[in-house]
């Protein structure tokens, strides 16, 4: 009898557990297995990061001063920081950290623990980082500069285009995160995020773009864009920069869509090369022409290729084998092409002028230059459209302008009439490999858009019908 009462005794123990499991059970959509609820979990993070701000704002104040004109005094003083304590602030932040120079906008901000001072930060508006200065028992005990360390995040833009492509970019482009708060307060914020937009445009339209698509005549309302690109982030001051395309399609309303790739690869295939970051077709063929067709972004031609022109300085008639184009002082000079400088200097009536060697025979000058692009000399390799030099009027010239010349196999040619052959489209392995990471780009592009991205449409070739021959 004992042992039934037992048996009985475990069924009702377990009807009461099976009980409790059902009214304290978990909706179905938390058991494991199902769809991830994540709303859920951010709701409980937010209430935990409130309670932690409540208690930090309880122990933590934080202050906030601007250098006024190259005064560090005053904006130490507004931190509340006076006595012996601002005079050993201002000694170690010039004399032991260096900071003996200050500009109009420069930051200081004080943290106070329990209001006592524990660490003060310095941050210049030229450099990327802070100073920093830890306090003991209201004493400067430490201090350093801190660089300022970027990491880089990919981020994919989507544009339906109502008007230009800028005003598009404008709307769409911008990271919320561009400024700390997310909005543009100041006239620095606002310049930031012109800056921004402003180099995007001009790595898509002109440089990316700029063989495929004319952005003054093919552009129409319900053209639609697509972007991948790269940032640079800086996380301890809340900035976010531009670093570059990586792919981008563009979908034309009436039909057609522009697309580019990005590939790394060594230029001719030489292991003493570097390794260069380019964009191609779907096919592997290049974005490219293997030329640009003029070294500067605006400009008008002032004087043409000629056998025989009157020279507006010496007075007399001779060749002009080249290309004037007249542009403000200290307008960008391109290279036309990639290429080695073989020549950075003074020469004669071309004054300051550049030479590039190029692949099949050709070479280019740019003379009159105002001045030269730092970081390069003669041996340096330079891609297609980077800065080699600035416009100017040195040597033989009347005005601002740069001469543009081209040579094949040793000879002058007319740049203006030059057949410009394509940049080299990828072959073999490098083919291959360029295929393989496409599909995978694309495919993780489009789970980041969230949409299947288009693609251009495969013309289906009419099958070849066969007669029977009749019997």
């Not at 030229?126 to 995040?153: A, C, D, H, M």
Request: proline share 5%; glycine share 10%; hydrophobic share 35%.
């Amino acid at each position: 009898m004992l042992r039934y009462r037992r048996n009985w005794t475990a069924v009702i123990l377990i009807a009461a557990a099976a009980v409790i499991t059902l009214l304290f059970a978990k909706s179905g959509d938390e058991n494991i297995g199902s769809p991830w609820r994540f709303h859920r979990n951010i709701e409980v993070m937010e209430t935990c990061r409130l309670e932690m701000l409540a208690v930090v704002a309880d122990t933590v104040d934080i202050c906030t001063s601007i250098v006024g004109e190259g005064f560090l005094g005053g904006a130490v003083r507004e931190l509340g920081i006076s006595g012996s304590q601002y005079l050993s602030t201002c000694e170690v932040l010039m004399d032991s950290l260096g900071w003996s120079v200050q500009r109009a906008g420069d930051t200081l901000t004080a943290i106070y623990n329990r209001g006592e001072l524990s660490e003060l930060r310095a941050f210049p508006g030229n450099r990327r980082g802070f100073y920093r200065i830890l306090f003991s028992e209201g004493t400067p005990s430490s201090w350093e500069y801190v660089p300022q360390e970027k990491w880089i995040r990919q981020r994919v833009i989507s544009c339906d285009i109502s008007s230009t492509v800028w005003e598009a970019l404008w709307d769409t482009a911008l990271p919320p995160d561009l400024t700390e708060s997310g909005i543009l307060i100041t006239g620095r914020d606002s310049s930031r995020a012109v800056g921004y937009v402003s180099e995007l445009q001009h790595e898509l339209t002109d440089r990316l773009f700029c063989y495929d698509i004319d952005f003054y005549y093919d552009v129409r309302v319900g053209d639609k864009l697509w972007i991948l690109i790269e940032e640079n982030r800086y996380p301890m001051d809340g900035e976010t920069g531009f670093r570059r395309i990586l792919a981008a399609k563009y979908q034309f309303v009436h039909g057609g869509l522009a697309e580019a790739f990005p590939f790394f690869h060594r230029p001719d295939d030489a292991e003493s090369a570097e390794i260069i970051f380019d964009h191609y077709h779907r096919d592997g063929a290049s974005l490219r022409t293997m030329f640009l067709k003029m070294p500067v972004p605006f400009g008008r031609i002032s004087s043409v290729y000629s056998d025989a022109r009157m020279h507006p300085v010496l007075g007399y008639t001779r060749a002009h084998r080249g290309i004037d184009y007249a542009s403000p002082l200290g307008t960008d000079i391109y290279a036309v092409g990639d290429g080695t400088i073989t020549v950075r200097s003074w020469c004669g009536g071309y004054g300051n002028l550049v030479r590039v060697r190029h692949a099949n025979g050709y070479e280019t000058g740019y003379g009159h230059m105002n001045g030269y692009a730092s970081g390069q000399s003669v041996g340096s390799y330079v891609r297609q459209g980077e800065v080699i030099g600035y416009v100017g009027s040195t040597g033989l010239s009347t005005g601002p302008h740069v001469h543009f010349e081209m040579k094949k196999n040793g000879s002058y040619v007319n740049p203006a009439t030059e057949i410009m052959p394509p940049a080299n489209p990828l072959e073999g392995a490098e083919l291959e490999r360029f295929l393989t990471e496409m599909s995978v780009i694309e495919e993780q592009w489009s789970m980041l858009v969230g949409i299947d991205l288009p693609v251009p449409e495969v013309e289906i070739e009419p099958e070849t019908v066969v007669e029977e021959p009749e019997e």
